[in-house]
């Protein structure tokens, strides 16, 4: 495990692969870490790419932001300065997952000339999900993001809690080593309230800071570099009917993809590796 300074934070990231190659950027979501994408680093490395996955913002151990900001806008920011601090160049990529999927959508449309190419998986860009998001089934799936908003947030999220995300989200998988990543990387009270802050945010305009107004605002828009958006048949976390391959197209740009992939749900990095791995590959290719 390393660690860089960008955007003003200690940033420790994972990595496989040449210094010299080209920089492939993974950004994991909640309730995770860096460390689901172990399956993912060394494909990457293999392939010839310098792939970095660092843990997020608030996340231990990189530092907790001083001016508690976690809006998409920040993540974006983050991940743009990653690709400064770590000398990417226009040939780089950027994968992202759950929040990491918001933090790619934001910097790839704000920065297009540091990427070649990005990849999305689980969270589909807001505009597509939001005729879906409000239907009866998938608010009882997104009861946690309610619960976030009041103060029994903080004594909610505990192992057990984590464990049944994880249950409910990717039935079936045997979460149990990324579980005990996770609560490393929510060691302390302060790491809880980061991650709960990524919630208040989403909810929340007061809690939107101003610095990061533009880069918040391409988190929401179109771009112009490709992307290949993944869903996982069984995500019980936002249901297959909120990530329609036809209608996450229409928000996404010329040359993209779409598709639903079978026997896995929400983390399905984890679930499927060798599938998932394998259109990851062929679409960066």
């Not at 601090?85 to 759950?98: C, F, K, P, T, Y």
């Not at 929340?204 to 771009?223: C, H, K, M, N, V």
Request: glycine share 10%; charged share 20%; aromatic share 10%.
């Amino acid at each position: 495990m390393e660690v860089i300074k960008a955007n003003g934070l200690d940033f420790a990231y994972l990595s496989a692969g040449p210094e010299d190659g080209p920089l492939a950027l993974c950004l994991h979501g909640f309730p995770d870490s860096a460390h689901t994408w172990r399956h993912l680093l060394p494909e990457l490395a293999a392939a010839g790419y310098r792939a970095v996955a660092p843990f997020m913002r608030g996340y231990a151990p990189t530092g907790v932001p001083a001016d508690g900001a976690y809006q998409s806008g920040a993540l974006a920011a983050d991940a743009i300065a990653l690709h400064e601090a770590l000398n990417g160049g226009s040939d780089a990529v950027i994968i992202g997952h759950d929040w990491g999927a918001f933090a790619t959508y934001g910097a790839a449309a704000y920065a297009p000339d540091r990427w070649r190419r990005a990849v999305t998986l689980a969270v589909p860009p807001v505009n597509a999900m939001m005729g879906a998001f409000f239907s009866y089934e998938q608010l009882k799936r997104s009861f946690y993001i309610f619960l976030f908003q009041t103060p029994l947030a903080e004594m909610a999220l505990d192992r057990s809690f984590i464990e049944g995300l994880w249950r409910d989200w990717s039935p079936g998988y045997n979460a149990s080593e990324d579980i005990g990543h996770v609560m490393d990387c929510l060691s302390t009270p302060d790491n809880i309230a980061a991650a709960i802050g990524y919630y208040r945010a989403m909810l929340d305009p007061s809690r939107l800071i101003e610095r990061y107004a533009a880069e918040q605002t391409s988190a929401s828009t179109t771009g112009e570099r490709p992307v290949l958006y993944l869903h996982g048949v069984q995500d019980g976390c936002l249901g297959p009917g909120v990530a329609d391959p036809d209608t996450v197209l229409t928000h996404l740009p010329p040359g993209s993809r779409a598709e639903i992939v079978p026997d896995a749900g929400h983390f399905l990095q984890l679930e499927r590796p060798q599938d998932v791995n394998r259109r990851i590959l062929d679409w960066l290719s």
